[in-house]
């Protein structure tokens, strides 16, 4: 008998049929023997929907009334998930009178307890009391993902793709013994299949590689739940809702095995959603750069690939890379910056840009993938804006029209189209 | 200063624009020295949309997981109302930095407990902590109407309708000076102007009559709102927030003054989705009328016209009317009645009817309405299916096709195209 937490993602509960479908896979799952915990997210479409009607009262909108808001979203789900698997159990005549074969529960029901950050809260807590006494009595708890709640019980959300966090943290809490990630896609690919037509599925993969393409743009997982993951050494399995077949295993480096030091480069991600910013003319001086990024770090804003170059005359040049939905944000705190300490910065903004990157924990150990990324990219005439490494990536920032020639010279040239 | 709970329906907030001009009129209200309170109901449409997917999947969905669902729609427009009202304010230059204008709150947050029967509960009381707080801060509570919360943290909705009384409720609790009710109408008219071109706006009506009008299909306040009101002695003050003008103020019917002695008839309702049940062939005895109502009410199944039989070789034959909305579930009742107790018993039903009634304080001190009322609607060759009557009302049971013409011969008949 097994613990098992499932989340479905928008697509997967994107119309009544395919919620359905849901609920009869869950009853399934459970008349196999296991417990089933499921979390879902909002029906696809819904989230951008409840975004656009708040971006028409106010173009930034980030605090308490907009996380209410598209919380709202996942409450539907958990509704409309609940009710079909109450329905379809009492069709299939497995209950009886009176009794539950589901329960909904909001993040505040539950007990999921995060900070104050609105949009981008982050969970400090979940109480699983309700959770254990509803298993024990045979009824699956249809938890709605993305959110939890604050200390002064406001409504909170995860930011985008939360329910992936969501899932993972409530079978880190309940010592789950598996944890499914049912999406739109079979598993994790070599690259995005709709970049590149060789792109293949991963039977396997570390979290430390997973984490580095779900930050690359590879958005089958939000990297926050990886990141989790891979703390309470929790597998996940990231399959289709669609399609019965095993997707890809995420794991522990150690669990890959031999395959370790076949595979150099295991990915290629790309991320087209970049805007670059210059920050030029700033006096150097001690405490100059953290003002700078303290600033932006206090406004929730993500920076990326952070380039400083040697100051002359004493004046600085930085440039950095932020998301798209960021971007009006951080030009707000720059602005601020200007106004208020450095009069004599000048900003300078290019956006239409892409993050293309390598990934894989075998270039740990094999010298030369950088060089040969950068001469992929030169033979095919992609000009590199910036260049960021880590220990098991390289990331290169290059024109967003580029982009599919990018990944599929890279695809071919790390030889990932063969099996692996 | 004056304590003042204004609630908008989903006309009133079906659009951002809709959403920003509440946002406005109430920072006005509050402008003028006034201490404001918002309820809100969902974006018109929305409540339906809900339904209409949980019907997809089960037919008659009324359960916590349905509640839970529909009430998602209430929270949207309190996000995006909170939304706009802080949007505003920031804009009018009139809050500090860091302060806020309004703060949403759904039905658990604030505290409006109810007791667990999903889609139809009942408030049982309202913690007003919260509220006075924020109050005394000048924040303006924006509540989410149609929902509380149960002892078990379940979302309960009040039933269509139900923000309405959310609002009367809230400001029983919070002692307002006044509670408006903002609609798509500018007030309560002597009839449903889309049936008779001839009605005319009221300035005043009396609780009674209002919970006479709101019962019998003139759907502008929910009758649990009013009835709630009239203990509470709150005035209530109904007006449209599309036209600025007065509306149709409820109050005492001392308040109504001489006004009483010269109306009769102060309104005609009508109410077009009823459906008739026959019971015919129940053997009589002790409790069995008992027997049949209390399995109906224990389903939450509201009975209207009742009428029975004097029995005759002690068979019993009893005629009653539901609305069209629990007639499923009404049927489903009886048919277990039938197989469990009543083998004998014969089922009829007669649906497309509608309900049509003339309502007034005055009538209980005029002799001769009843008989006026059936000469009017003979004269129209209309045929009476069904009559109740109450000291205040009388209602007769119609073929569904004929409602206009009876609502046109009522009114002019009794003289309510003339101005009060």
């Known amino acids: 008998m097994a613990l098992v937490v ?13 919620i359905q479908h849901v609920a009869r896979w869950a009853l399934d799952s459970q008349a196999r023997g296991n417990d089933i915990v499921l979390v879902v997210s909002a029906m696809s479409g819904e ?9 028409q009262i106010h173009p930034m909108p980030d605090s308490h009334e907009y996380d209410l808001l598209i919380a709202s979203g996942e409450q539907v789900a958990v509704g409309l998930v609940t009710l079909a698997i109450n ?3 009492e069709k299939r005549g497995s209950l009886k009178k009176g009794q539950l074969a589901a329960k909904g529960l909001l993040g505040y029901q539950v007990g999921i307890f995060t900070d104050n950050i609105f949009s981008k809260a982050r969970i400090q807590g979940i109480d699983t009391t309700r959770l254990k006494s509803l298993i024990s009595n045979q009824i699956i708890p249809v938890i709605a993902g ?12 995860l930011g985008r793709g939360g329910s992936d966090t969501s899932a993972v943290a409530i079978a880190a809490a309940l010592k789950a013994d598996d944890c499914e990630i049912y999406t739109d896609v079979d598993g994790v690919y070599t690259t995005d299949p709709r970049l590149c037509r060789e792109a293949r599925k991963m039977s396997r993969i570390s979290y430390e590689e ?19 993951a891979a703390k309470y050494r929790l597998p996940l399995h990231v399959r289709s809702s669609f399609n019965p077949v095993e997707g890809t295993r995420v794991v522990s480096q150690e669990l890959l095995g031999g395959q370790m030091e076949q595979v150099v480069v295991a990915g ?7 805007v670059k910013l210059t920050l030029q003319n700033i006096t ?46 951080a030009r707000q705190v720059l602005d601020e910056l200007k106004a208020k300490t450095f009069s004599s910065l000048r900003i300078a903004e290019e956006s239409d840009l892409a993050k293309v990157s390598v990934v894989g924990v075998g270039m740990q150990h094999h010298p030369g993938v950088a060089s ?13 804006k910036l260049i960021t490494t880590s220990e098991i990536k390289i990331s290169c920032l290059i024109a967003a029209e580029k982009t599919k020639q990018a990944v599929e010279c890279l695809h071919r040239g790390f030889d990932l189209n063969r099996a692996d």
């Open 47 to 55: 989230t951008n929907r409840l975004v656009e009607l708040a971006k």
């Open 268 to 274: 290629v991600a790309a991320d087209g959603a970049q």
């Open 284 to 329: 150097d001086g001690p405490g100059v750069v953290a003002q700078i990024f303290g600033a932006l770090s206090r406004a929730s804003i993500v920076v990326d690939v952070i380039v400083q170059d040697i100051p002359s005359n004493g004046m600085l040049t930085i440039s950095f890379t932020v998301g798209r939905s960021d971007h009006l944000k």
């Open 210 to 228: 997973m984490m580095e393409l779900a930050s690359l743009g590879a958005k089958v997982l939000q990297i926050r739940s990886v990141e989790l």
């Open 146 to 157: 993305f959110q939890g709640v604050d200390s002064e019980s406001n409504i909170t959300t």
């Open 87 to 89: 329905t379809e159990a």
């Open 372 to 384: 040969k990324m950068f001469q992929l990219l030169a033979d095919a005439d992609i000009n590199i």
């Open 6 to 18: 499932q989340k479905f993602g928008g697509t997967s509960v994107g119309t009544i049929e395919r």
